[in-house]
C-alpha cells in the first residue's frame, strides 16, 4: 500500500501531466494511476470522485469508476452561462446536458419554470442556460405529442428554443408570432421539397378533313397517328412526409407527336323544287346549345323569317300560337314535325320547335320557315335571316 505522503505525490504528478496534456489536445484521457476511490475522497478533497473535478487552471480532471478503481481522464472544460432569478452565473463543465449543468450550478427548476435550451440538449461551449417562469403548452411534432413548460415568447422562438429547429417553409397551427399562453397546442407540421424528371406520353391530335373522293358515310385514315414524348421536371411538395402538390419546373420535347388524319365524305346537298337545300350525313347528328348530341333524318336549310299574333290565336292546326310552334310549308315539312332550328352562321339559337301553322311565304317559297315570338320587338330583333331546320328523328 502506497504511504500517504506518496498518494499525495502521485495524486499531484497526475494533476500536471493532465493540465499539460489538455494544452496540447482539447479532450486527452490518460490511465495515469488506479487510486482507490477512498484515496481520492480523502487526499483531494473532491466534491463526486465519479464526476468532475475543476482544476486550477480552469480545466477538469474526470473520474471514471472501474473494478472499484478511479481512472483518471482530463477533458477542455466549456464555458457555461446560467441566468436564475434574475442572476447569471458561470460555470466550467467538460460534457453533459443542460440538466448536468443545472446540477452543478446548483439550481433546481420549479414546476411552472421553462428552461432554455430543453433539459435533454447536450451543453456547448459558452451555451447560455435560462430559467425562468412559464406556461404550459402541448405541442406535437416529428410523431410525437409532449406537454411542456414553455418560455414566455413566440411560438417561434419558444420551439426554436426547445430544439425543433423550425424551417422557412414549416406550418405551425398558430401564427408564428402569436405569444405563448397556457394551454396552448401547437402543431408543427414539416414542410420539404423533392424534384423529379420523368417522361411523359405526347398524346396525338386527330385531325378530320372532307372529300369528294369518298361517300358521306365513309371514312378513310390518311396519315396514322403516332404519340411523342416530353421529359418533365417536377417540384413536389411534401408535408409530414405526405405527397401534398406539385408544379412543373420544366418540359423538353424529346418526341413530336405524329397528328392522325382522317378523311371524310362530303356531306350531299340536293336542291328541291322550292328552292331550299336539304343536307344529308352519314351520322345524322348535331350538337344542341347545351352539349346534347341530337339525332336528325334531314336537314333543310333557306330563310327564316318570324310572326306574331294576339294571345289565343289560333293556328293552321287549331292549337292557340306559342312560342316554339312554328309556321312551315306542310308539303316540305310535314305538321307535326319536331324540329330543331339555328341560324347557318350559329350567332342565333330559336331551338327546339314543332311545325303547327304556315302562311303565304311559306307556301309560295319565299321563306323556309316563320318563328313565333310573343312580341312585335322579339320579331324584328330576328328580322329575316339564313337557318338550318333540323327534323329530328
Known sequence: MLKKENRKHLILLTVIILSAAIAV????TVAAASISKSNVQAETNAEDAY???????????????????????????????VNYNGSSQKIRI?????????????????????????????????????????VKVEITADGETKAVVAPIDTAENVLNALGYNLGKDDILSVDRNERVKSGMKITLQRVT?????????????????TTDELDSVETQVEVKGADGSKEVTRQIKYIDGKKSDEKVLKEKVLKEPVDEVVLKG?????????????????ENTFVDENGNTVAYSTVLTGSGTAYTAPEGAATSTGVPAYVGGVAV?????????????????????????????????????????????????????????????????
Not at 97 to 110: Q, R, S, Y
Not at 193 to 208: A, H, R
Not at 336 to 365: E, K, N, P, W
Open 94 to 134: 467538460a460534457k453533459g446536458t443542460v440538466a448536468d449543468a443545472l446540477n452543478k450550478a446548483d439550481v433546481t427548476v420549479g414546476e411552472n419554470q421553462a428552461v432554455t435550451p430543453a433539459p435533454d440538449v447536450q451543453v456547448t461551449d459558452n451555451m447560455v442556460i435560462t430559467v425562468q417562469d412559464g
Open 51 to 81: 464526476g468532475e473535478i475543476e482544476l486550477s487552471n480552469g480545466d477538469v480532471l474526470a473520474g471514471r469508476n472501474e473494478n472499484g478503481c478511479l481512472n483518471m481522464y482530463a477533458l477542455k472544460a466549456l464555458n457555461v452561462f
Open 25 to 28: 489536445s482539447s479532450i486527452i
Open 329 to 393: 310549308n306542310p308539303n316540305i315539312i310535314p305538321y307535326g314535325s319536331r324540329l330543331y332550328i339555328v341560324s347557318t352562321d350559329g350567332s342565333f339559337v330559336y331551338g327546339y320547335a314543332t311545325a303547327v301553322d304556315t302562311g303565304g311565304a311559306l307556301m309560295d317559297g319565299s321563306a323556309l320557315v316563320d318563328l313565333f315570338y310573343s312580341t312585335e320587338e322579339q320579331c324584328v330583333n330576328f328580322g329575316r335571316r339564313d337557318v338550318n331546320v333540323y327534323v329530328l328523328s
Open 266 to 282: 362530303k356531306e350531299k346537298t340536293v336542291q328541291t323544287s322550292a328552292g331550299f337545300e336539304v343536307s344529308t350525313s352519314g
Open 193 to 209: 421539397y423533392k424534384q423529379e424528371t420523368v417522361t411523359e406520353k405526347i398524346s396525338y391530335d386527330t385531325v378530320t378533313k
